[in-house]
């Protein structure tokens, strides 16, 4: 019998904080749970640690005579008793499945709980999370989005700090990407200019025509040449899918250095014919 209880000591003995056990549910009480891991003493597992969600009824969340893994949380008391954690178990191994699918790029659905200033609030795998306002594609009626299912892909994953940010922008951006082709015309709105370039959206894709891709000649200023809100047509010069970014040009477009600073409607409406024209010159001469 002595060397039976010496065995237990020892066995009872690995059980240590951040271990992951498992163990059979057998016995409810009004502030938990208690379960046998298998050790001299059962765990205990306090209501508050019983689920990712909040609960009032322990038997939710842990049936009698249920198997399955818990984490523990504290280690033995002067009972032997260690305190077991489901809660934390499973916001560990979201944590854990929410990096593998950022890292992959993935896109995930979050159901919209909330709403405040700044954007939507709702879950992924269990863990809270936001979507700001600046990065939804519907943004003018946030309290319409209450009970909906959005997809996003992720913007902030701070495990650290129990952040969880996402975005619809960025994979609604990622989308009309793939149906963009490098040398091909597209009309798109300027929407920023820069002593650099100009920002052109093409249907919900922002690309930048830098300055020294408007002509074959110098510019000196883009704000003679552009507008906001100005619907122009560019060629889609490069895109960088690793970087997220698009590059445009119209200098493809002269015929001569210079001639959009003089006929800017002219080329643009017969952009079509110009593209195609420049495209049978340099079959002709590819050096």
Known sequence: MDDFVQALDQYDYQFAKGQIVKGRIFQHTSDGAFV???GKSPGFVPLREASA???TNIAEALPLQEEMQFLIVAEQNAEG???????????RQAWDHIE??????????MRVSGVNRGGVTGEVEGLKAFIPRSHLIEKDDLDALVGQLL???????????????????QLAKAAAMQHLIVGALVEGTVVKIQPYGVFVDCQGVTGLLHIKQVSQSHVDALTTLFKIGQKIKVVVADIDEYKNRIS???????AYPGEILEKMDEMMENAHDRLEEAKARQTQNPD
């Open 248 to 254: 445009f040009s119209t200098k493809i477009l002269e």
């Open 151 to 169: 997809t996003a892909n992720f913007l902030q994953v701070d495990r650290e700090n129990n952040k969880l940010v996402l975005s619809q922008r």
């Open 53 to 55: 969600q909040y609960i």
């Open 100 to 109: 593998e699918i950022a890292e992959s790029d993935t896109s995930v659905q």
């Open 81 to 91: 008793q260690v305190t077991l954690s489901r809660r934390q178990l499973l916001m």
């Open 36 to 38: 046998d891991i298998g």
